[in-house]
Every structure is written in structure tokens, then in C-alpha cells.
Nanobody, 124 residues
């Protein structure tokens, strides 16, 4: 089992940047594909980005491409989501998640462990 603790959310103006972090403890961090999801008020949870076990491969939702970067540091058991050029529609609760499968999944149910969520609010 792995425990995920998130940090880095907050209030930011549109056009600015924010970095989310997710610290993992428990089992070997490099055994997990790590993903980021978000859920806006009144909307379903949606995939944002994910990174492979080694960090060599990444995948992004169309809404995140070109603006967000997912990365990981296996030595520090950390995964990051760097968010640039933030838009009002990026406002949501963001979740990191860990998947024990080898492939990079984009569906929430494929992930086994979840962080507590962190609020990101983008203002005009």
C-alpha cells in the first residue's frame, strides 16, 4: 500500500503558474504509474496527466497539453504537476493517484491509491 500526501494548491491569477506536489510513502514509489486528476464543482472527475514508472513517458489531457508538465523524482518519492498559463477553467480540486499497473492509465478507476486532494482556484 502507498500513502499519498499532496501540497501546493492555492489561489492564483489567470495566466500565472502553480506547482502541485504529491509525496508518496509506503511501498516502492517507482513501482507505480502516477497520475493527476481534477474535479471542478458540478463536474465529473477528469484525467489531467500521468507519468510512467521511470518518468520517461508522459501523457496529457488535451486541456493540459502545452501548459502542464508532469514529472517525478523517484529518489525523493515525489511527483509534480507544473501548471503554467492557468485559466479560469482550471479551477478544481486536484488529486494525485498511484496505479500498480505497468501501462499509463487515464481512467480514474484504474488507479489504486489517491491523495487527499488540493484546491486550485484561478481568478481573473
Amino acid at each position: 500500500q502507498v500513502q499519498l500526501v499532496q501540497s501546493g494548491g492555492g489561489l492564483v491569477q489567470a495566466g500565472n503558474s502553480l506547482r502541485l506536489s504529491c509525496a508518496a510513502s509506503g511501498r516502492t514509489f517507482s513501482n507505480y504509474v502516477m497520475g493527476w486528476f481534477r474535479q471542478a464543482p458540478g463536474k465529473e472527475r477528469e484525467f489531467v496527466a500521468a507519468v510512467s514508472r521511470s518518468g520517461a513517458s508522459t501523457i496529457y489531457a488535451d486541456s493540459a497539453k502545452g501548459r502542464f508538465t508532469v514529472s517525478r523524482d523517484n529518489a525523493k518519492n515525489l511527483v509534480y504537476l507544473q501548471m503554467n498559463s492557468l485559466k479560469l477553467e482550471d479551477t478544481a480540486v486536484y488529486y494525485c493517484a498511484a496505479d500498480t499497473s505497468s501501462g499509463i492509465a487515464i481512467r480514474g478507476p484504474d488507479y489504486d491509491y489517491w491523495g487527499q486532494g488540493t484546491q486550485v482556484t484561478v481568478s481573473s
